[in-house]
């Protein structure tokens, strides 16, 4: 399985970006894809992810009513950041689990500036 991500950036405070993770291989499903992130002296932690039926997310509290997290049918998972914030600042990891094994994608800087 490779997970290819792409989408960030540098945006001002109140911005948005868009991250997409294109997954390929021998992916089984059912299965979870999503995004972590983690900043400079922090831990990688959870920001959003969605199952493969698309019927389930989950969201960190600091990012819900901002991030909004997708899929298509084709294993592609994207992430739309709203209102953005220095807080938001990290590299950004994309991730697929199928229940058994985790994959990740090669990190993606988000950069917010105030």
């Known amino acids: 399985v490779q997970l290819q991500a792409s989408g960030g950036g540098l945006v001002q405070t109140g911005g948005s970006l868009r991250l997409s993770c294109a997954g390929s291989g021998s992916i089984r499903a059912p299965n979870r894809m999503g995004w972590y992130r983690q900043a400079p002296g922090s831990q990688r932690e959870l920001v959003a992810r969605?199952?493969?039926?698309?019927?389930?997310t989950n969201y960190a509290d600091s990012v819900k009513g901002r991030f909004t997290i997708s899929r298509d049918n084709a294993n592609t998972v994207y992430l739309q950041m709203n209102s953005l914030s220095p807080e938001d600042t990290a590299v950004y990891y994309c991730?697929?689990?199928?229940?058994?094994?985790?994959?990740w994608g090669q990190g993606t800087q988000v950069t917010v500036s105030s």
């Open positions: 969605i199952t493969s039926s698309g019927k389930t």
């Open positions: 991730n697929l689990n199928d229940y058994a094994n985790d994959w």
